[in-house]
């Protein structure tokens, strides 16, 4: 019977799965580097035909340079954080674009959520803290990600703490 209301007490109320948003998906990056590669191809063969071959190295360049950009930006897209809330305890699993991952655990009694807001630009950082540590949550979110995570982060606290 013990057992039966532990596991109950570690259901979790709220999950969340947060990942940076990327504007433009996987068929837009591949029509935007088709585009391009013909583009600077084209321009690189025309420079080398009249006898101007530098343009048309910096071309290459120029388009390895835009794909070494992207790649990047792709990659640090893979970082995510999975946020979950139960009676018992608070849950945030941070993954680096490597694959690493850290865990900071809080008792869901003592946790407490910090928003810090601007006039203008709304949530800028969240912040989770108890028991003398505290990790910021959702640094990646866009603005309006921030607002209604940081409302049903609250929602879901307040639901947890009211069931103890």
């Given at each position: 019977?013990?057992?039966?209301?532990?596991?109950?007490?570690?259901?979790?109320?709220?999950?969340?799965?947060?990942?940076?948003?990327?504007?433009?998906?996987?068929?837009?990056?591949?029509?935007?580097?088709?585009?391009?590669g013909?583009?600077?191809?084209?321009?690189?063969?025309?420079?080398?035909?009249t006898g101007?071959?530098?343009?048309?190295?910096?071309?290459?360049?120029?388009?390895?340079?835009?794909?070494?950009?992207?790649?990047?930006?792709?990659?640090?897209?893979?970082?995510?954080?999975?946020?979950?809330?139960?009676?018992?305890?608070?849950?945030?699993?941070?993954?680096?674009?490597?694959?690493?991952?850290?865990?900071?655990?809080?008792?869901?009694?003592?946790?407490?959520?910090?928003?810090?807001?601007?006039?203008?630009?709304?949530?800028?950082?969240?912040?989770?803290?108890?028991?003398?540590?505290?990790?910021?949550?959702?640094?990646?979110?866009?603005?309006?990600?921030?607002?209604?995570?940081?409302?049903?982060?609250?929602?879901?606290?307040?639901?947890?703490?009211?069931?103890?």
């Amino acid at each position: 019977m013990e057992g039966n209301l532990e596991q109950a007490a570690d259901q979790p109320i709220f999950a969340a799965e947060l990942t940076p948003y990327r504007s433009l998906g996987r068929k837009g990056y591949r029509i935007l580097f088709a585009v391009t590669g013909t583009v600077c191809f084209l321009h690189a063969i025309f420079f080398m035909a009249t006898g101007a071959w530098p343009i048309g190295l910096f071309l290459g360049l120029d388009f390895l340079l835009l794909y070494g950009a992207f790649w990047l930006n792709y990659r640090s897209a893979r970082a995510r954080e999975e946020v979950t809330v139960s009676r018992t305890s608070l849950s945030i699993r941070k993954f680096t674009p490597a694959g690493r991952m850290t865990e900071h655990t809080f008792k869901t009694l003592w946790a407490r959520f910090f928003v810090q807001r601007h006039e203008e630009f709304g949530i800028t950082s969240m912040m989770v803290s108890g028991e003398g540590r505290g990790t910021e949550v959702g640094s990646f979110l866009n603005p309006d990600d921030r607002e209604s995570f940081a409302k049903a982060l609250t929602g879901a606290l307040a639901t947890a703490k009211q069931r103890i």
